[in-house]
Structures are given as structure tokens and as C-alpha cells.
């Protein structure tokens, strides 16, 4: 089992470009999550999903957008990209109360 | 916000030490989660506790879940370098609301 797989694990962007960032479960979770991750600040929740067509703003929703078309893939869009989306962006998928299995991550600079 | 506040923030320990993490809410947790992260690593979960007063090995890591529910603990025995990393707590509230992640509490261990 492959479980989360985010792609890419790196990318730099200017300043006004937009991305998406992929991420991709084979667990047959039905919930799904976008966190970013910012030096000595934890883990803050931008989008979840509780499953496909289902979507819900997190803790730090601005600037970004996420779609559920199927149960395995939950993209998160970044438009207009600004310095403050310099961060690392983890995907995790779960089922209620068991735990997420969380991707390696892509780490975003925005120049 | 629900809040998760996690203690100490950084610990760093010689090799063979005793030492102890805390996680504490004013609010009452469902269940509560441990996770380690690594380096470039995504965090992988260790534990979830969800009764009060619930203790579970794993190895030299001990972990307590609070009789209220509002706080939990992580002991570990006799650290190694191999426990280096980033220990988060995360707090599931109520229903499929996500999980709320503490700031973590970054460990090193000094051979």
C-alpha cells in the first residue's frame, strides 16, 4: 500500500502564480484533510473533506480551493500565490476516530 | 479556537534519560492522539486514548489519557537518539469535527 501520496515534494512559485498541489490515498478513507505547517506553529487545517462531492473550510481556508471528485484524490488550488503561503503543505486521509496517515509533504517557497 | 497547549516546547536530554511531554485543553476531548514526526516526514501516529484515566505502552513510551479527558501525557523510559523528533498531541472534539493539533513539543536526545 502506497497510502498518501502528495505531489510534488518541492516547488517555488512567484509571486501572483498559481499550482495545485496533488494528493492521492488508496485506503479507501473517507475523510481527507489539507494541513499547512509553519515554523514552530503546528499543524493548521486549511480544507477537509468527509467524503467525495463534501468539502469544509478549515482554521485557514484564504487563498486556496480543494475539490473531492472521487474518494481517493483531494487537490488543493492556490491561487494568486503570496509570501505567506511559504510553507509545508501535508495531506492526510482517516476514518473518524482511528488516526490520519499523513503524505511526506510539499514544501512551498513563494518568491 | 479550541486550543491544545503542549509542554515543554523543546527538550533536549542525554541518552538514557527519563523524560515527560504534557498536552493540556481547558475543553474535553473525545479521544486524544500522539504523533511523531521526522525530518522532511510527514507525522505518524503513535497512539490514540479514549477513555479517561486510559494508560497504553508502546515499547519505552507511555501514554495517559486524563481521568477528565482534558489532558494527556507521554513518559518516555530510557531515551535513545532514535527518539529524536517532533511529538504533537491532537485532540478529536466531538462528531467528524477534524483533529486539532498542539504546537508539538521538539525532543532531542544526545548520544
Known amino acids: 500500500n502506497a497510502g498518501v501520496t502528495q505531489t510534488p515534494k518541492f516547488r517555488i512559485l512567484k509571486i501572483g502564480q498559481s499550482m495545485t498541489l496533488q494528493c492521492t490515498q488508496d485506503?479507501?478513507?473517507?475523510?481527507m484533510y489539507w494541513y499547512r505547517q509553519d515554523p514552530g506553529m503546528g499543524l493548521k487545517l486549511i480544507y477537509y473533506?468527509?467524503?467525495?462531492?463534501?468539502?469544509d473550510k478549515g482554521e485557514v481556508p484564504n487563498g486556496y480551493n480543494v475539490s473531492r471528485s472521487t474518494t481517493e484524490d483531494f487537490p488543493l488550488r492556490l491561487e494568486l500565490a503570496a509570501p505567506s503561503q511559504t510553507s509545508v503543505y501535508f495531506c492526510?486521509?482517516?476514518?473518524?476516530?482511528?488516526?490520519?496517515?499523513f503524505g511526506s509533504g510539499t514544501r512551498l517557497t513563494v518568491v | 479556537t479550541q486550543l491544545l497547549e503542549q509542554s515543554p516546547q523543546f527538550l533536549s536530554i542525554q541518552e538514557g534519560e527519563n523524560l515527560t511531554v504534557y498536552c493540556n485543553s481547558s475543553?474535553?476531548?473525545?479521544?486524544l492522539q500522539w504523533y511523531r514526526q521526522e525530518p522532511g516526514e510527514g507525522p505518524v501516529l503513535l497512539v490514540t486514548v479514549v477513555t479517561g484515566g486510559e494508560v497504553k505502552k508502546l515499547k519505552r513510551l507511555t501514554f495517559q489519557f486524563g481521568d477528565a479527558r482534558k489532558d494527556s501525557s507521554l513518559h518516555i523510559t530510557a531515551a535513545q537518539p532514535g527518539d529524536t523528533g517532533l511529538y504533537l498531541c491532537?485532540?478529536?472534539?466531538?462528531?467528524?469535527?477534524?483533529?486539532?493539533f498542539g504546537k508539538g513539543t521538539r525532543l532531542s536526545v544526545i548520544a
Open positions: 475543553s474535553v476531548f473525545s479521544s
Open positions: 492526510a486521509s482517516g476514518q473518524f476516530n482511528y488516526g490520519y496517515t
Open positions: 485506503m479507501n478513507h473517507n475523510y
Open positions: 473533506s468527509v467524503g467525495a462531492g463534501i468539502t
Open positions: 491532537a485532540g478529536l472534539y466531538s462528531g467528524n469535527t477534524p483533529l486539532v
